[in-house]
């Protein structure tokens, strides 16, 4: 039974690009949220999907964007990429709104 | 912004010993939530109390909760080097939205 998984493990962008970052749920979930981890803090709730739908949305500008696809996987879509989008990126998995999430590896994005 | 804030930010013990990590945050909560992280990878779900419980137990862990006090603590004991990780307590919100703290960073010594 596969986890939560994410693509790319590692990626390196330029200020002003566009990046697209993938997320599988673990197995029989179906809401996928994301999260933005900077460099010594905690995770920063970015936005969470659900019957294909964004359900709830942190403090995040409408350069974040995402999408669910009828499968339950997920894409995170930041545009116009700054220096402090320089992150690691997590996706969390459950099933509706139970309590716990099961976190993916993360994507860990550097932006020059 | 962050919900909670733990204490210590850093923590350095030898094997054996227990290890108390403690957290706070500023509103209401439906639950909270203890993760670990090692080297900058995925979390790790630890174990969840509710608002309406007071202590919960999971093998070397031991997490209470004081909604009165808007605290957590967590406490490990008979600490291991493969306990060296970052804890993060999460509060728990409506719709499953979670809030972490700044973590704690656990350094183990064998």
């Known amino acids: 039974d596969a986890g939560v998984t994410q693509s790319p493990t590692h990626l390196i962008k330029t200020r002003g690009q566009q990046v697209t970052l993938r997320c599988s749920p673990k197995?029989?979930?179906?809401?996928v949220s994301w999260y933005q981890q900077a460099l010594g803090q905690g995770p920063q709730f970015i936005f969470q999907?659900?019957?294909?739908?964004?359900?709830q949305r942190g403090n995040f500008p409408d350069r974040f964007s995402g999408h669910q696809f009828p499968n339950y996987s997920s894409e995170l879509n930041v545009n116009a990429l700054l220096l402090g989008d320089s992150a690691l990126y997590l996706c969390a998995s459950s099933l509706g709104q139970t309590e716990t999430q099961y976190f993916g590896p993360g994507t860990r994005l550097l932006v020059l | 912004s962050q919900q909670g804030e733990e204490d210590p930010q850093a923590l350095s013990i030898q094997e054996g010993e227990n290890a108390t990590m403690n957290c706070s945050y500023k509103?209401?909560?439906?639950?909270l939530q203890w993760y670990r992280q090692n080297s900058g990878r995925g979390l790790v779900h630890l174990i969840l109390i509710r608002s309406n419980e007071r202590e919960k137990h999971s093998g070397r862990l031991r997490v209470t909760l004081d909604t009165s006090k808007k605290s957590s603590s967590l406490l490990i004991t008979a600490s291991r080097a493969a306990d060296t990780a970052s804890y993060f307590c999460a509060t728990g919100h409506a719709g499953n939205m979670l809030t972490f703290g700044g973590g704690t960073r656990l350094m183990v010594k064998p």
């Open positions: 999907y659900y019957e294909e739908e964004e359900r």
């Open positions: 509103t209401s909560i439906n639950n």
């Open positions: 197995s029989g979930h179906d809401t």
